[in-house]
């Protein structure tokens, strides 16, 4: 068990509905990440948040957006979900903003399946 | 920005034998190196990082080597076993502006034959 909490585990929507993702860092971790794993492709990196402050970003859609809490944990919304965001949706957290000295640790995953 | 090839895309090797996934980057800035197994429908696990300002790691049957000059790293994994067979995803790591940001290649799906 990692201690990256992540719900749900399974979501199935339609196409043009909005959800929201949830995660919870490891206890003491101050940095989540969101990665975004479709069907037999690699990880892609959406976005990450230090401490409550957005810190980097990478290809995250328009209709796509996060935040984290006071209590760091971390919602990441999807609105207007098309077909092609079904996907294995990954939080992660590490304990400092740069992982020089602190490996991401991966949750267990949300797969979000659009029909 | 950052990119990371990963190579081969699928491999299949032995029981027994040694298994060698490469990678490189395209950021010289890149700092930290890590090698993650995901397993069918689990999460990536950490199984081994270097950092660069070290050539070599080992832990066990596992060891990473890193060239910083070519841009080049490699996960090597000796003596292979069934329990090996997984998606291998290496990544590399830059730091913009004192934020984080992990890159990752686009996985090796290992298959050892028993």
């Known amino acids: 068990d990692s201690g990256v909490t992540q719900t749900p585990k399974h979501l199935i929507t339609a196409t043009g509905q909005r959800v929201t993702l949830r995660c919870s860092p490891r206890?003491?971790?101050?940095?989540v990440y969101w990665y975004q794993q479709s069907l037999d492709q690699g990880l892609q990196f959406l976005i990450q948040?230090?401490?409550?402050?957005?810190?980097a970003k990478g290809n995250i859609l328009e209709r796509f957006s996060a935040q984290q809490f006071p209590d760091l944990h971390s919602e990441l919304n999807l609105s207007s979900l098309e077909l092609g965001d079904s996907a294995l949706y990954f939080c992660?957290?590490?304990?400092?903003?740069?992982?020089?000295?602190?490996?991401?640790?991966f949750g267990n995953g949300t797969r979000l399946t659009v029909t | 920005g950052e990119n990371v090839e990963q190579h081969p895309s699928t491999l299949s090797v032995q029981e027994g034998d040694s298994a060698v996934i490469k990678c490189t980057y395209s950021d010289s800035a890149s700092n930290y190196f890590p090698w993650y197994k995901q397993e069918l429908g689990k999460r990536p696990q950490l199984i081994i990082d270097i950092r660069s300002n070290v050539g070599e790691k080992k832990d066990q049957r596992i060891a990473v080597t890193l060239n910083k000059t070519a841009k080049h790293f490699s996960l090597h994994i000796t003596e292979t076993q069934p329990e090996d067979s997984a998606v291998y995803f290496c990544a590399a790591s830059i730091i913009p502006q004192g934020a984080q940001k992990l890159v990752f290649g686009q996985g090796t799906r290992l298959t050892i034959n028993p």
């Open positions: 948040y230090y401490n409550g402050e957005e810190r």
């Open positions: 992660a957290s590490s304990g400092t903003v740069s992982s020089y000295n602190s490996p991401l640790h």
């Open positions: 206890s003491g971790d101050l940095s």
